[in-house]
């Protein structure tokens, strides 16, 4: 069975003709790319979403939150 897998791993390793790899990544541009500017982006997206919902939980009590 492995025998039969070795020559579809070796393929995956060939480039497609008319492709041309790009210049490596450095680390700092690795870690911005893939670990930053996903946090980023979280971070943006929940400020907006807090601040477009903050001010309608102002002024409107629910019966939900309190107990009589």
């Known amino acids: 069975m492995i025998l039969h897998l070795l020559p579809t791993l070796l393929h995956l390793s ?30 943006v997206i929940s400020i907006v979403v807090l601040l477009a919902t903050a001010d309608r939980s102002k002024g409107r009590t629910s019966d939900l939150s309190r107990i009589d």
Do not use: W
């Open 14 to 43: 060939t480039q497609e003709d008319g492709s041309l790899p790009g210049p490596g990544l450095t680390a700092l541009q690795t870690i911005l790319y893939f670990v930053m500017a996903p946090i980023g982006l979280f971070a």
